[in-house]
């Protein structure tokens, strides 16, 4: 029987712990934890996620500031809101969303950000120190997309050492850091992209696959071996007829739902799987960096469940 990866309720769950650990500093201390999230531009999708985000935040008491500036706003504009938001003591977490309109050098943006408030994880500095692990880790903000992943995975696989992992996608935002954190885990991790040759044969000796790529319903069952675990974190909205027979669109992922899931012990459905979780992880980073700010230790972990207190010391309790 092929388990379906429930996202939708794990991030519930951390969302009602975050919601918990920001009313419990509020009562403490009176600070109420503030996320700046900053829109340049009107991609349709990041404004979608940057709604949803809001939206969530203020469910778990998080505050939130928005800036909405223009498609044409050049990079030092930006970078003063940045340097605007990194004094300000009321804020905790700054999210700039991705991608950034092209007259804007994205690293250049995202390096401004204060170290201790990018909540995103994107940081060179975050970014390095995920790299590097160990002790290291626990100072770091992990990028909520492969973190909310590899919860997922570790409460269906609680004990990954020694697993063959491959990772399809080798961006920044995903696969990079998603490669690092199996590692962690003491996986042996294969990274596959655009240019690798053969991406089949590598991907059908994987005991997990998370895949990361954009390209609606990629991976086929012929690609994977029997009873592997697959996290699909692609979102594509593909063109689907409507009941009534119209024109509509539906959301799919990175993998063909239908033709894997028989052949896979453990899938993520897309919605509901690793998107609910990336927001989940944005408020757990937001609320942690407030109790940070506040002088305090790390508030507790995100789950309470047996198998999450084995990492949460790791991951979660930095
Ligand atoms: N664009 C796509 N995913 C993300 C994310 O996790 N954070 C930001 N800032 N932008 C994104």
Redesign the pocket.
């Known amino acids: 029987m092929t388990k379906i990866i429930d996202g939708k309720e794990f991030a519930q769950k951390i969302r009602n712990q975050v919601k918990e650990d920001s009313d419990n500093l509020f009562k403490n201390k009176q600070v109420q934890p503030c996320l700046a999230v900053v829109l340049v531009g009107e991609n349709p999708?990041?404004k979608v996620?940057v709604g949803a985000k809001t939206k969530m935040a203020a469910e778990c008491n998080i505050k939130t500031k928005d800036f909405k500036m223009e498609d044409t706003t050049d990079q030092a504009t930006l970078l003063k809101v940045i340097e605007e938001l990194n004094n300000d003591s009321g804020v905790h977490g700054i999210?700039?969303?991705?991608?950034l309109p092209k007259q804007i050098d994205e690293r250049a943006v995202i390096d401004a950000i204060d170290v201790k408030k990018d909540v995103?994880g994107?940081h060179a500095i975050n970014a390095g120190r995920l790299s590097i692990g160990g002790e290291m880790l626990k100072q770091a903000f992990i990028?909520?997309?492969p973190l909310g992943s590899l919860l997922l995975l570790k409460d269906t696989v609680p004990n990954l050492s020694g697993m063959n992992a491959v990772v399809i996608g080798r961006s920044n935002?995903?696969g990079k850091p998603m490669s690092q954190l199996l590692i962690e885990e003491s996986c042996t991790v294969t990274i596959v992209h655009s240019r690798t040759k053969d991406i089949e044969a590598i991907c059908s000796k994987a005991d997990i696959i998370v895949a990361a790529v954009g390209r609606p319903e990629m991976i086929k069952s012929n690609w994977i071996k029997d009873d592997a675990v697959i996290i699909d974190v692609g979102i594509n909205r593909i063109p689907s007829k409507k009941p009534d027979g119209s024109e509509g669109t539906k959301l799919v992922g990175d993998v063909d739902y239908n033709d894997v899931f028989e052949k896979s012990s453990a899938i993520t459905p897309v919605p509901g799987g690793v998107g609910p979780m990336?927001i989940a992880c944005?408020l757990r980073n937001t609320v942690t960096s407030a109790y940070r700010h506040a002088g305090l230790g790390d508030p507790r972990g995100t789950v309470d469940s047996e198998s999450h207190d084995q990492y949460k010391d790791k991951y979660i309790n930095h």
């Open positions: 999708a990041s996620y999210l700039v969303q991705l991608p995103d994107f990028p909520c997309t935002i995903v990336t944005l």
